[in-house]
């Protein structure tokens, strides 16, 4: 058990150091990050590719005997939740409203069944979740961005639905292709998985954030009030996610609350990238890494002390 802290610590300090490294690159010398730039889709398929390499899908079959909890959970996460986060944000902070949408409309991140089981979760079910959510992100991001922000921005839902296939379900399907062949070499080198996503995931924030980097140095309110924000969506996100299920288990509510809080922001970046360059989106999708990274650590203690009070 000692070794958990250290864990946390690993965690959070290894995305921070990236955020902060790849923030200065892509600001300081955007001429890399513009190099980078046309090979950003390619870079995500990677990440994707990584991340499908490791997953079981024979575990995940096994967990969807609870099938109408991993629906009521996949028609939450993707559509219920982002359309209330952003008629908040719009009624609240209307300049972060896209990319509260944009965060909130997010797919699981990919170690969320390590989170869920550190926070004493069910990592099976956090697992169903994250690979439901992420296969029917291709359909759900468009429609309810289109749907909630179309008016807004301009959007075609066939230009992202094609994007999401290629970065999603593409390198998804190969990822799994090469693991039904290679199981033993791949369990074997999978170790070298994260570091290799996580400068992966450095390339791909240089190469985003160097197209506004002009924009961003000249506008540093922008990033206080964009972490600002931020942590308060983390935090309603976090409240969202074990209220909003009371009939579950509570192990099955805190991977719920897991797979909503820590979504896959390596797709958002992306996204904002790609679709909402502006800097007032860019910035605090980008930014959402930090809460992202260290909101486990007192989520966890909160989990733990709760845990100790019922008991």
Same mark, same amino acid.
């Given at each position: 058990?000692?070794?958990?802290?250290?864990?946390?610590?690993?965690?959070?300090?290894?995305?921070?150091?990236?955020?902060?490294?790849?923030?200065?690159?892509? %600001?300081?010398?955007?001429?890399?990050?513009?190099?980078?730039?046309?090979?950003?889709?390619?870079?995500?398929?990677?990440? $994707?590719?990584?991340? *499908?390499?490791?997953?079981?899908?024979?575990?995940?079959?096994?967990? @969807?005997?609870?099938?109408?909890?991993?629906?009521?959970?996949? &028609? $939450?996460?993707?559509?219920?939740?982002?359309?209330?986060?952003?008629?908040? *944000?719009? %009624?609240?902070?209307?300049?972060?409203?896209?990319?509260?949408?944009?965060?909130?409309? @997010?797919?699981?991140? @990919?170690? !969320?069944?390590?989170? *869920?089981?550190?926070?004493?979760?069910?990592?099976?079910?956090?697992?169903?979740?994250?690979?439901?959510?992420?296969?029917?992100?291709?359909?759900?991001?468009?429609?309810?961005?289109?749907? %909630?922000?179309?008016?807004?921005?301009?959007?075609?839902?066939? !230009? @992202?639905?094609?994007? %999401?296939?290629?970065?999603?379900?593409?390198? $998804?399907?190969?990822?799994?292709?090469?693991?039904?062949?290679?199981?033993?070499?791949?369990?074997?080198?999978? $170790? &070298?998985?994260?570091?290799?996503?996580?400068?992966?995931?450095?390339?791909?924030?240089?190469?985003?954030? &160097?197209?506004? *980097?002009?924009?961003?140095?000249?506008?540093?309110?922008?990033?206080?009030?964009?972490?600002?924000?931020?942590?308060?969506?983390?935090?309603?996100?976090? &409240?969202?996610?074990?209220?909003?299920?009371?009939?579950?288990?509570?192990?099955?509510?805190?991977?719920?609350?897991?797979?909503?809080?820590?979504?896959?922001? !390596?797709?958002?970046?992306?996204?904002? =990238?790609?679709?909402?360059?502006?800097?007032?989106?860019?910035?605090?999708?980008?930014?959402?890494?930090?809460?992202?990274?260290?909101?486990?650590?007192?989520?966890?203690?909160?989990?733990?002390?709760?845990?100790?009070?019922? =008991?």
């Amino acid at each position: 058990m000692s070794r958990l802290p250290a864990l946390l610590r690993h965690l959070a300090e290894s995305y921070v150091a990236v955020l902060v490294i790849a923030l200065t690159i892509g %600001l300081f010398v955007p001429s890399v990050g513009r190099q980078l730039s046309p090979y950003s889709t390619f870079i995500l398929q990677s990440i $994707f590719f990584l991340s *499908a390499l490791k997953l079981d899908l024979k575990s995940v079959a096994r967990e @969807m005997r609870n099938w109408r909890a991993v629906a009521l959970a996949n &028609a $939450f996460m993707l559509m219920a939740f982002p359309a209330v986060g952003y008629l908040l *944000a719009r %009624l609240f902070a209307p300049q972060y409203a896209l990319p509260v949408l944009i965060l909130a409309a @997010m797919p699981a991140g @990919m170690t !969320t069944p390590l989170l *869920a089981e550190l926070v004493g979760g069910s990592a099976a079910f956090a697992l169903v979740l994250t690979v439901t959510t992420s296969l029917l992100a291709p359909v759900t991001v468009p429609l309810v961005i289109q749907w %909630l922000a179309g008016a807004a921005v301009e959007v075609s839902f066939l !230009t @992202m639905f094609l994007s %999401l296939l290629s970065v999603i379900i593409a390198p $998804f399907a190969l990822g799994q292709l090469v693991r039904a062949f290679m199981k033993k070499r791949i369990d074997a080198t999978s $170790f &070298a998985f994260k570091p290799v996503s996580l400068t992966l995931l450095g390339l791909l924030i240089v190469s985003v954030i &160097a197209k506004q *980097a002009e924009a961003i140095l000249g506008n540093g309110r922008l990033l206080v009030e964009g972490l600002a924000v931020l942590i308060v969506y983390f935090v309603l996100a976090h &409240a969202a996610g074990f209220f909003g299920f009371p009939w579950l288990r509570r192990d099955l509510r805190l991977s719920t609350t897991v797979c909503l809080s820590y979504m896959n922001f !390596t797709l958002a970046i992306y996204l904002a =990238g790609r679709f909402f360059p502006q800097p007032e989106v860019l910035v605090p999708v980008v930014l959402s890494v930090i809460p992202w990274s260290v909101g486990i650590i007192p989520f966890r203690a909160l989990t733990r002390r709760a845990r100790y009070h019922a =008991g």
